[in-house]
């Protein structure tokens, strides 16, 4: 295993779609302590679009993959990833995940056992989480207590064209399955646990409004679509109470840059036999589980399909 200072961590990706090109294989070549080793896909020839501007292999399977690397980023849909990173997990590689985690909470809670069992360091990419400003603003937030409520807004058009509006998976889950992680994350952190969806609607167009309990008390509403003409897409969050009003907004840190941060962190916890992180795969389960709770208070029936669409197309 590569120390800290020594030769960079091996890693290989999964996955070819925009995100994959956009975010994962970028960030990985150009972080001084990973190296992009290898690059696996349904296509071959996206693979290798993927891997060559970085040096990288293609991997003609993912047995292949895995057989060169010490740790593995997956870029693919929810339903894909589950039984790929649980057998990478078994195998004793570390995991950089998506998310959501897996298709099912039963998917999601086998995941996290494999990683248990194997100690396998392991982060979820709730990017937002990573970018310095959200820091700051969960610092300030975590030195006052006694928030009594919280609300967040994220509204795009990102599935009615551009880059993301063909993924199949996406246009299934709607906003719940795709920016409902991110939202959920953030309104947790914020305001502790989320332990009971007190209310949740769903409308048109895939507007969904949610109403959340937490552990500490407060209540939070969340507003989200990914199907409304927003130009620029409308983010915020933002935290009530005794100690006035706290708003997080702009997001102005590329994802690129987060994701260099979230490798700072992995690389930590992979060099110092470390795998409990604020992003890991547990806390990954935990919003699973807030998801199946929505989807359930929207439909029973939409519970078997949320958060993501069996659909094999890269992210």
């Known amino acids: 295993m590569a ?34 080793v290898a690059v696996w896909a ?76 194997a100690a396998v360091a392991t982060v979820v990419v709730f990017l937002r989480r990573f970018a310095s400003d959200t820091i700051e603003w969960l610092d300030e937030l975590q030195r006052h207590a006694g928030w009594s409520g919280g609300t967040a807004r994220w509204l795009s058009g990102s599935l009615l064209g551009g880059q993301y509006s063909r993924s199949p998976w996406r246009h299934e889950g709607g906003a719940l399955a795709d920016i409902g992680p991110h939202v959920l994350d953030l309104l947790d952190a914020a305001l502790g646990e989320i332990t009971h969806v007190l209310s949740a609607h769903r409308g048109e167009p895939d507007l969904w409004q949610i109403v959340l309990g937490h552990a500490s008390g407060a209540t939070s509403t969340a507003t989200m679509s990914m199907r409304l003409p927003m130009r620029p897409t409308v983010i915020d969050v933002s935290v009530y109470g005794p100690h006035g009003y706290r708003e997080l907004a702009n997001f102005g840190e590329s994802p690129q840059d987060c994701f260099h941060r979230l490798l700072d962190d992995f690389l930590h916890n992979v060099h110092n036999g470390q795998t409990v992180h604020r992003c890991d795969v547990s806390r990954g389960l935990h919003i699973q589980r807030v998801i199946q709770q929505i989807a359930y208070a929207i439909a029973p029936a939409m519970a078997a399909a949320a958060p993501a669409n069996p659909g094999g197309f890269p992210r």
């Open 42 to 117: 349904r296509r071959e020839s996206a693979a290798a679009e993927v891997a060559a501007p970085y040096g990288a292999t293609v991997a003609r399977s993912f047995k292949e993959l895995m057989s060169t690397v010490e740790a593995v980023s997956f870029a693919v849909p929810p339903a894909i990833q589950a039984p790929l990173a649980l057998h990478a997990a078994q195998a004793g590689r570390h995991l950089i995940l998506e998310k959501p985690i897996a298709a099912t909470v039963e998917e999601a809670e086998q995941l996290v056992a494999a990683a248990d069992d």
């Open 3 to 36: 120390e800290r200072g020594d030769t960079p961590l091996r890693v290989g990706l999964v996955g070819a779609g925009p995100w994959a090109r956009a975010v994962h294989a970028p960030a990985l070549a150009a972080h001084p302590r990973t190296k992009l």
